[in-house]
């Protein structure tokens, strides 16, 4: 079970925010065959998970640009990659009969939450050497 803890901080409330959001959507999903949810409330929950992981990409590059992150690119790249994943997941479970793929969804579980660990934490080293603001445990 993918969960956020108080280490994956970013030093950043919104950015935090926004990763527990979408780590609690990705672990609904992983529940969700066990407490017989119905399609429409997977149709939503799965829409959201698209929309709100582009919202938060899209948001954390504007957040990353805006304080100069030097690897701004490279991170661009690997969101690019993972909004791909999440598409395609997403297709795949329109043409599945709406059945959620546990593989894919655990692969993104694990992908976000590992780029959360490495790569996120990159830029919230970045910010906190730039405030002298150490606002996240590490
Ligand atoms: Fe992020
Ligand atoms: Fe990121």
Known sequence: ?????????????????????????????????DFGVSDEELDTVISELVNYTEQHLREEEEYLKSIGYPDFDKHVALHKFFIKRVNSFFAQFLANERNVDKEVLKFLGDWFLNHIKVEDKQYAIYSEKLTGNLSYPT
């Open 1 to 33: 079970m993918i969960e956020w803890t108080k280490n994956l901080s970013v030093g950043n409330q919104k950015m935090d925010e926004q990763h527990i959001g979408l780590l609690k959507l990705i672990q609904y999903l992983e529940k969700s065959s």
